[in-house]
């Protein structure tokens, strides 16, 4: 195929980047799980998502202590293996992005895939589970990419990112994230319910209100918004059914 093919196929498709934790899934709650499993606490989810990275998982003021004492006795599984566990047994992403997901996974028009940082021993095949779990067709991504402890997530944008496509889109919980968009071209579309909250955004990091969304079906309405304006229009509710259950979000 010719390059001026090639940057024709590009103009006619979207590219969306979307986060995994806490913006697909509810990982404060398989977190959570995890920890009381070992004795540990993590802390009420409010003081949980206004923690920085590692101490998310140390604990707060009230659990630090006690935390790192607990940490240093012998167990059969470490944190992380149990973590991995927890998250391929019971993560599920949540169910109103599962419809879109879907039909952007099918669309020939739409690049789709996944990049995030995840703190599992096997970050690839963990999300790649998780969404299996949800009855999402993950063998049909575009990409799924664990972005390393030490890494930038702009780098791998930069990678996917492309002069040529229509439009490109980045879903994200965190401040960095908004930050990893705004620097490498993409379109922010910010969920409030994950790791970052909705004051934390606006107040430490800056980020717009009109591209915050507190809600996972907030969200996926606002990802189909921009998809129409490119032309792409999907038939499907909005919202998922009553019989599917949506983790409440923060």
Known sequence: MSDMKKDQNK??????????????????????????????????????????????????????????????????????????????????VY??????????????????????????????????AVLANSDVHHQHLDFVIPVPVRAKKNDVLEALHGMHYRRTLLGGDEIGDHRAATATGFEPVMGSYGFDERKRLIHKGGVPEDCIFDTPADVVAEIRRQLAEAGIRYDFETDPPASAREPAAA
Request: proline share 4%; charged share 30%; glycine share 8%.
């Open 95 to 128: 169910p109103a992005f599962v419809p879109l997901l879907n039909a952007m996974i099918e669309d020939p028009r739409v690049r789709v895939g996944i990049v995030s940082r995840n703190f599992t021993l096997h970050p690839g095949r963990t999300i790649r």
């Open 11 to 92: 103009i006619n498709k979207v590219l969306v980047v979307l986060d995994f934790d806490g913006y697909l899934v509810n990982s404060y709650r398989i977190i959570d799980q995890a920890f009381r499993k070992f004795g540990l606490q993590v802390g009420d989810e409010e003081r949980f998502r206004n923690r920085r990275k590692f101490l998310k998982y140390l604990g707060g003021g009230r659990e630090i202590l006690g935390n790192l004492v607990s940490y240093s006795l012998p167990k059969q599984h470490t944190i992380r293996e149990l973590l991995t566990e927890e998250f391929m047994e019971e993560g599920e």
